[in-house]
């Protein structure tokens, strides 16, 4: 029990990818551990699916204009040295990692040039979401790598998990989502 923490941290210390995969969730420590690797230059390209943001399309219906978060991961990214035209935004206002990697998916089958992506998350989300990038690729025949990089911006490392409320939280609802996928979704990509 005590390495159900440390486990859900898959880091693959990735040496090239032909694209980044920042998926959405919190901005900042992903948008910066993009901007390290981009840097470093692991990977040229830069791909963000858009975000659901629930009723915001009925808030620009209506004349209110907020910025999208996956507007603010790209001007974020630009900010810190990703040019504007390395990065690729993708259509279709996801409200999971699962559909995430969907649309990822039907995007590479365009894209015989990438056959090797580097997924930024957080770190607790890293070992779900490579799980669901491998299923979603495996399921349709393609042969694509897929290399995960916690970013090093959380506060999360997995050690000591037990000993706090936010800890136990997170381990815990990482666990159920992760059972969830197994048991259920998985069949669905």
């Known amino acids: 029990m005590r390495n159900a923490g440390t486990w859900l941290v898959k880091n693959d210390l990735p040496k090239h990818a032909d694209a980044m995969v920042i998926l959405m969730g919190n901005i900042p420590d992903r948008v910066l551990q993009a901007a390290d ?25 209506r004349g209110a204009h907020i910025i999208s978060n996956t507007t603010q991961a790209r001007n974020a990214a630009v900010s810190l040295g990703i040019p504007a035209d390395s990065i690729r935004i993708l259509p279709g206002y996801a409200r999971s990692t699962q559909q995430e990697a969907t649309i990822i998916r039907e995007y590479l089958k365009t894209q015989p040039d990438i056959d090797t992506i580097t997924l930024v998350t957080s770190a607790d989300h890293t070992r779900r979401a490579s799980m669901i990038f491998e299923k979603a ?53």
């Open 37 to 61: 690797l981009y840097n470093s230059g692991i990977a040229g390209r830069v791909i963000i699916v858009e975000e659901s943001m629930g009723a915001f399309k009925k808030l620009e219906e």
């Open 137 to 189: 690729f495996q399921k349709q025949g393609m042969n694509v790598v897929v290399q995960s990089s916690p970013s090093k911006y959380t506060s999360y490392t997995g050690i000591g998990w037990w000993k706090n409320k936010e800890g136990i939280q997170t381990v815990l609802m990482e666990y159920i989502k992760m059972f969830n996928f197994l048991l259920f979704e998985k069949r669905t990509l």
